[in-house]
């Protein structure tokens, strides 16, 4: 299949045939982007918010903002979830080690951190059942006085858990530690201690909400970059203009399309700063990498 084949099944599955049904009406990719050259027409409505960048965070505020009755338009460049999104530990945790940073330095926006985290995912695995699932951690231990401290950890860990319908912490010993995993290394191996968490599929879970973001009238968008962003007289900025990356790929031209909106939120993640600094060129580092990351 050529590139530009590839793009347009891309655009077509991502959202797939139903994927905007709004009144009985099925919306396709081309029905899409005309609403979008809509707003651009003398008299065209504008939108209440245009999201720039399909990941996670741009298609749950899409998703959020349509459910409250605002007119949504999603754009994202490549695919949903082709970038950061999909690149998560798959985990949904609530941080064993910020856990042991509470308790060690008597830290408690630590341990609330901790809470809200684990009250949300007991939030994440009830609503998305099929994308989420539980999942057991094995800790290898080295010495013996390990063990008592990864125990007491992960019991108190299960403790801000709540009841989840799910197995407790457990010690298993270095013969049965070894029996689930033969490569581990023998030496000095005094046995293990598992403990459950969250796990999920981030690309589904984000094209997900895309969907479902759709589903309630959002015009959801791929393969449509922003390249330019629009502002009044007084510098207050009123819409964006749109590139559509499908006929330059098939080197068809490609005309800019330009849409109106009252409000735009950069969803972009670690771009977030270079596209900030179109409004505002002296603007500060917005995203930084987090604690772990690479």
Known sequence: ???????????????????????????????????LKQSSNTGGHDYDILVIGGGATGAGVALDAVTRGLKVALIERDDFSSGTSSKSTKLVHGG??????????????QYQLVREALKERKYFLRTAPHLSMWLPIMLPIDRW?????????????????????????YFLTKSKALDAFPMLKRTDLFGALVYYDGAHNDSRMNVSLAMTAALYGATVVNH????RLLKDDNGKLTGATLTDHIPARDRRE?????????????????????????????????????????
């Open 1 to 35: 299949m050529a590139p530009a084949s590839r793009l347009r099944h891309a655009r077509g599955w991502a959202l797939p045939i139903a994927a905007s049904v709004v009144g009985g009406t099925i919306f396709t990719a081309t029905a899409r982007i005309s609403k």
């Open 254 to 294: 490609s005309p800019e399309i330009t849409i109106k909106a009252k409000c735009i939120i950069n969803c972009t993640g670690p771009f977030a700063t270079l596209f900030g600094r179109w409004m505002t060129p002296r603007l500060p580092t917005l995203c930084r990498r987090p604690p772990g990351s690479m």
């Open 224 to 227: 449509m970059e922003v390249t």
């Open 145 to 169: 006085w390990k063990a008592p401290y990864y125990w007491a950890g992960t019991k108190v860990y299960d403790m801000l858990a709540g009841s989840e319908g799910i197995e407790s912490s």
């Open 96 to 109: 064993v080690r910020y856990l042991e940073k509470a308790v060690w330095n008597l830290d408690y926006a």
